[in-house]
């Protein structure tokens, strides 16, 4: 918590999420295994509810959860 409120205070948030969306697109690839993300699509198909829960901030972590299809807290 201290940590974020250090470094992002400040930072405008449209800035901060366009920034996470960009970074989203280009290490999805990278940091994504394709086995996970097609373990995920087969329970969101199958009608699970699927969470992420982070301590990283939900303004960071949306567009990978928008990406998968799942939720976040």
Same mark, same amino acid.
């Given at each position: /918590?201290?940590? $974020? !409120? %250090?470094? @992002? %205070? +400040?930072? &405008? #948030?449209?800035?901060?999420?366009?920034?996470? /969306?960009?970074?989203? /697109?280009?290490?999805? &690839? !990278?940091?994504?295994r394709p086995a996970g993300v097609l373990a995920?699509?087969? #329970?969101?198909? *199958? +009608?699970? /509810?699927? %969470? $992420?829960? *982070?301590? *990283? =901030?939900?303004?960071? @972590?949306? =567009?990978?959860?928008? !990406?998968? +299809? $799942? !939720?976040? $807290?």
């Open positions: /918590e201290v940590l $974020i !409120k %250090t470094f @992002l %205070t +400040g930072v &405008d #948030e449209h800035w901060l999420r366009q920034q996470a /969306e960009a970074f989203c /697109e280009k290490y999805w &690839d !990278k940091l994504m995920v699509a087969a #329970e969101v198909n *199958s +009608g699970a /509810e699927v %969470t $992420i829960c *982070s301590a *990283s =901030p939900a303004l960071v @972590l949306q =567009p990978w959860a928008d !990406k998968l +299809g $799942i !939720k976040l $807290i």
